[in-house]
């Protein structure tokens, strides 16, 4: 999960990228929009960290 351009290498080479909500949209862009997260101010990593342990981190 990143949110920022310095996040760019990380999100490139991970596996199952996440871009947060509030990241630019030049950056959120460039990840599928099934790939995009809330903002961190609505929990956004956990609400992902949380789907991916249950199973339905697609939905």
């Not at 030049?26 to 997260?37: H, V």
């Not at 609505?42 to 199973?55: K, R």
Request: charged share 30%; with cysteine.
């Amino acid at each position: 999960m990143g949110d920022g351009w310095n996040d760019l290498a990380l999100l490139e080479a991970a596996g199952d990228a996440w871009v947060m909500g509030g990241a630019p949209k030049e950056l959120a862009q460039r990840f599928p929009e099934d790939r995009q997260a809330l903002h961190c101010d609505e929990d956004g990593a956990a609400v992902v960290m949380e789907a991916m342990v249950q199973g339905d981190a697609d939905e």
